[in-house]
């Protein structure tokens, strides 16, 4: 299936669903819907960082520090996050991706270009996001279609070069919240 064409829940401001469509839809018409995010951490706790491919709907090219991606029409976040995590790096057997914290990232397009709250174009508009990790200790054998290129980094190399590549804004916003949250001693 041609993934503008899959289904996705379009939800309000309180992330209550209020109706459907697809997602070349909602991305060209900046309609609100969800997304997870997976950190994904290999068994001495570095970070799976890949690069997506060139045909990707958003963000093509780019850096991320998440495994992950829309909330099917009728998924739970939960098991999108499972879904996401397992395809993306190509394993089975995933322990359940523990959630973190979620947030609305982006704005409504009203008046002008929707931005992340640090002021970076969102690409697609406005989604909720809910943050998870995971412990992949397993190979990984990522999704050709999804991934260009991948490695496990520690945290330090992480942050060395958050600011030399061309990282997703979502993702970026994400593991800026994360950070923070782990900082302050919240999770």
């Known amino acids: 299936m041609d993934p503008a064409d899959e289904l996705l829940d379009i939800v ?3 992330d209550r669903v209020i109706g459907q469509a697809r997602r070349g839809e909602a991305y060209a018409r900046r309609l609100p819907h969800r997304c997870v995010f997976v950190q ?3 068994a001495e706790g570095r970070i799976f960082v ?5 045909t990707k709907l958003v963000f093509p090219s780019m850096y991320d520090l998440f495994v992950g991606g829309v ?4 998924e739970s976040y939960d098991d999108a996050a499972l879904r996401e995590a397992e395809e ?7 322990p359940r991706p523990v959630p973190l ?3 609305l990232y982006g704005q409504a397009p009203a008046g002008g270009d929707a931005t992340s709250g640090d002021g970076a174009p969102s690409g697609g508009g406005v989604w909720w996001s809910s943050v998870y990790e995971v412990q992949c200790t397993m190979p990984v054998h990522p999704q ?4 260009a290129w991948h490695a496990f980094w520690p945290p330090e190399e992480v942050e060395r070069r958050l600011d030399g590549l061309p990282w997703v804004p979502d993702g970026l916003a ?3 919240r994360l950070r923070k949250l782990r900082s302050d001693g919240r999770i």
Request: glycine share 12%; proline share 3%; aromatic share 10%.
């Open 144 to 147: 050709a279609e999804e991934v």
């Open 71 to 74: 909330v099917g029409a009728g």
């Open 40 to 42: 994904a951490r290999d």
């Open 12 to 14: 309000d401001e309180q």
């Open 101 to 103: 914290f979620k947030f």
């Open 50 to 54: 890949h690069r997506r491919t060139p």
């Open 174 to 176: 994400a593991y800026r």
């Open 88 to 94: 993306e790096l190509g394993v089975t057997g995933l």
